[in-house]
């Protein structure tokens, strides 16, 4: 058996046997592994207090049998207090790590990938920043790095300039009244859309609810969840749902 060291952010943990825990990481050198933390449930465990959903550590692992490793040693790279400190900073960071562990378990490392993961873990942990469009910015980077990203200065489909009204996920971005589907899109909602990608996350993240912030977080929940094929739990509790076209949109 090799010995690995790597740096990881723990995305969900879950019981096996009596006393231990199988933990899922998202590691900076190996992408996204299973781990077998023997006696982590048990109250003497140390490794038991630093893989907590959430954490972001630096663990010694062993390969083991099949697709699992073995924790040997885990130590906190950080605390991550602040995030810890509110329900509302911990929602959104259980938003981001869901949408993390939906990527194909292959152990395909990415490095990008893992350090916005790891920025948008130390955004949630700044208290100068809000935690609400946190998920949304990290879904719509997300998409990003993966050459999805929404299409929002022009219409998707017919590459009309405007004025566009409507988004669509299936169709990749905002579309024009005369293709427009999917559902209203305002112009404060477009304004926030283009704020996040082009440059100003920093100011919007500073802002306590930005106009059209409640029709972003879903847009963009709608746009990662139809690139993933599944629907997410965690992002629900803080995005609202938007009506299609025709029911009470415009």
């Given at each position: 058996m090799?010995d690995?060291?790597?740096?990881?952010?723990?995305l969900?943990?879950f019981k096996s046997?009596?006393?231990?825990?199988?933990?899922?990481l998202?590691?900076?050198?190996?992408?996204?592994v299973?781990v077998l933390a023997?006696?982590?449930?048990?109250?003497?465990?140390?490794?038991g207090?630093?893989?907590?959903t959430l954490?972001?550590?630096?663990?010694?692992?062993?390969k083991?049998?099949?697709?699992?490793?073995?924790?040997?040693?885990?130590?906190?790279?950080d605390?991550?207090?602040?995030?810890?400190?509110?329900?509302?900073?911990?929602?959104a960071?259980y938003a981001?790590?869901e949408a993390?562990?939906?990527i194909?378990?292959?152990?395909?490392?990415d490095?990008?990938?893992f350090?916005l993961l790891?920025?948008?873990?130390a955004a949630l942990?700044d208290?100068?920043?809000?935690?609400?469009?946190?998920?949304a910015?990290?879904f719509l980077r997300?998409?990003?790095?993966?050459g999805?990203a929404?299409?929002?200065?022009?219409?998707?489909?017919?590459a009309?300039s405007?004025?566009?009204?409507?988004?669509d996920a299936?169709?990749?971005?905002?579309?024009?009244?005369k293709?427009r589907?999917?559902?209203a899109?305002?112009?404060?909602?477009?304004?926030?859309?283009?704020?996040?990608?082009?440059?100003?996350?920093?100011?919007v993240?500073s802002e306590?609810?930005p106009?059209?912030?409640g029709d972003v977080?879903?847009?963009?929940?709608?746009?990662?969840?139809n690139h993933?094929?599944r629907?997410?739990?965690?992002?629900?509790a803080?995005?609202?749902?938007?009506p299609p076209?025709g029911?009470?949109?415009?």
């Amino acid at each position: 058996m090799r010995d690995y060291r790597d740096d990881a952010v723990v995305l969900r943990t879950f019981k096996s046997g009596e006393a231990d825990r199988v933990v899922v990481l998202y590691t900076r050198a190996h992408g996204k592994v299973r781990v077998l933390a023997k006696g982590a449930r048990k109250s003497s465990s140390r490794l038991g207090s630093t893989l907590e959903t959430l954490g972001y550590v630096r663990v010694d692992l062993v390969k083991s049998r099949g697709d699992l490793y073995i924790a040997r040693h885990v130590e906190h790279l950080d605390g991550l207090r602040t995030l810890r400190s509110s329900y509302a900073r911990i929602s959104a960071g259980y938003a981001v790590v869901e949408a993390i562990d939906a990527i194909p378990s292959d152990e395909t490392p990415d490095e990008s990938i893992f350090e916005l993961l790891v920025r948008t873990l130390a955004a949630l942990n700044d208290e100068r920043f809000q935690a609400d469009l946190v998920p949304a910015s990290f879904f719509l980077r997300l998409l990003a790095l993966d050459g999805s990203a929404p299409v929002l200065e022009e219409c998707v489909n017919c590459a009309s300039s405007g004025p566009l009204v409507s988004f669509d996920a299936v169709a990749g971005g905002a579309l024009c009244a005369k293709c427009r589907r999917g559902t209203a899109l305002s112009p404060d909602a477009l304004t926030l859309l283009r704020r996040i990608t082009g440059g100003e996350l920093a100011a919007v993240l500073s802002e306590i609810a930005p106009p059209g912030s409640g029709d972003v977080m879903a847009m963009a929940q709608e746009a990662i969840e139809n690139h993933f094929g599944r629907r997410l739990r965690s992002p629900r509790a803080t995005a609202p749902s938007l009506p299609p076209l025709g029911a009470g949109g415009s």
